[in-house]
């Protein structure tokens, strides 16, 4: 998702419209697994920008296929940029990064907690004070926070605190650039506004691993580049496409509260294609953050 991902929804359920939603929260669950199996063969940064900028160039045929304009407004070039920066940039690297130390279902978990942030940043941002209903959101989800950290006995080692961290930064970066959307929305279509702020905000990413990085895609092995492929298209292509389409018979709401099962997805593909953990702890943690976010997004 990008900050204007949510634009002028239906107003009633279609069963369209709720196919579309499961085929996108399929697709951006079974990522987080493909993910962190690829970071086993690629880099992180290298990994995250080549795919992403990649996937925008793909984007970008989509909406001209539509015969939909790519044409940015001079005037909003700062704007796009920087919720470019908030939403994709720190997103990538960050996500990316701390999948080198978290569980890509644990990491999941955490990453779609930004409704309960955007709740907490719409107050000094766009006025809106907190109501009790928000402030539950707040301390359901940090429970289910707290029990993943605590998982082991409450013995956290730097490496996970580290890449809980990172997590968190990556999606409170996200949860802001959404509010400041809100504040100073971008008049652009909303899969143009997609296509652009991937592609920007993943060229400073692939970059700057290109430059770091020591990356051998000849290395890489055969399932390894249907990986990249199922990345790069589905995650990119397919799963933004789908979701559009379903914003556009679904109710805004419907379409929020959809999103969870992500972290859903996330969690049961990474336990059976990586053999992560799934027991009483991730179960519980998984509930409280679904809570969270479900109370958040109907506050």
């Known amino acids: 998702m990008t900050a204007s991902s949510i634009a ?3 107003s009633r359920i279609t069963p369209a419209g709720l196919f579309f939603l499961a085929t996108t929260s ?4 079974l990522n987080w697994p493909v993910t962190k199996y690829l970071l086993s063969e690629l880099p992180p940064l ?3 920008g080549v795919t ?4 925008a160039l793909l984007l970008a045929v989509v909406v001209l296929a539509r015969r939909q304009s790519l044409r940015v407004p001079v005037a909003i070039w700062p704007r796009l940029c920087l919720y470019a920066f908030l939403n994709v940039t720190c997103w990538m690297a960050l996500m990316g990064i701390a999948l080198l130390w978290l569980p890509a279902g644990e990491a999941s978990m955490v990453a779609y907690m930004m ?3 955007a709740s907490l940043l719409a107050w ?7 109501t009790l209903l928000r402030i539950l959101a707040i301390v359901v989800a940090f429970g289910g926070l707290t029990i993943l950290l605590g998982g082991d006995g409450l013995h956290v080692t730097p490496a996970k605190l580290g890449g809980f961290a990172m997590v968190l930064g990556g999606s409170m970066a996200f949860a802001l650039g959404a509010v400041l959307s809100k504040k100073w929305p971008l008049t652009l279509p909303p899969m143009a506004s997609a296509t652009w ?3 920007v905000g993943c060229l400073p990413v692939g970059l700057v691993g290109l430059a770091i990085e020591t990356a051998d895609f000849g290395a890489v092995t055969q399932v390894g580049w249907w990986a990249l492929a199922y990345s790069t ?3 990119f292509c397919v799963a933004y496409v789908t979701w559009f389409a379903a914003l556009e018979r679904l109710p805004a709401s419907v379409a929020a509260i959809g999103t969870m099962a992500v972290p859903v997805f996330g969690v049961v593909a990474s336990a059976i294609a990586l053999h992560e953990p799934l027991g009483p702890v991730q179960i519980i943690a998984l509930l409280l953050t679904l809570s969270g976010v479900l109370l958040a997004t109907r506050s």
Do not use: Y
């Open 233 to 235: 298209v589905i995650q």
């Open 8 to 10: 002028s929804p239906a």
């Open 197 to 199: 702020q991937i592609g």
């Open 115 to 117: 409704p309960v942030w």
């Open 124 to 130: 000094p941002i766009l006025g809106e004070r907190p």
């Open 46 to 48: 290298t990994l995250r």
């Open 26 to 29: 399929i697709g951006w669950g």
């Open 52 to 55: 992403g900028i990649a996937g």
